[in-house]
């Protein structure tokens, strides 16, 4: 599976993004899908997630109730709706697969897109 993420940009606190994440690869439908971010000297930290059919997802205590992940396999391609953005959402977003249940940890994801960057404003 190949991965690559858009949808980055500059935005002031309190606006908008929509992230995409295109993959490549007749076995998208049957993997998990995640998001992460990483800020300058930070480590890489857990966004969202969601199953390979998207019956389920789950989020980080920061981002539940503003980001909202998404998928639609038949364009291979997976979603992260951000709502509400602070000035501490601002980091390299990444998607990432793998082929089993949804996970809160890097390590358990196998594959990896680059990531689009997101910025934002006070």
Not at 40 to 64: C, H, L, M, Q, W
Not at 79 to 102: F, W
């Amino acid at each position: 599976v190949q991965l690559q993420a858009s949808g980055g940009g500059l935005v002031q606190a309190g606006g908008s993004l929509r992230l995409s994440c295109a993959a490549s690869g007749r076995s998208f439908s049957t993997h998990a899908m995640g998001w992460f971010r990483q800020a300058p000297g930070k480590e890489r930290e857990f966004v969202a997630a969601i199953t390979y059919s998207g019956d389920s997802t789950d989020y980080a205590d920061s981002v539940n109730g503003r980001f909202t992940i998404s998928r639609d396999n038949a364009k291979n391609t997976v979603y992260l709706q951000m709502n509400s953005l602070k000035p501490e959402d601002t980091a390299v977003y990444y998607c990432a697969a793998r082929s089993t249940g949804i996970s809160n940890r890097p390590v358990r994801y196998l594959y990896w897109g680059r990531g689009t960057e997101v910025t934002v404003s006070s």
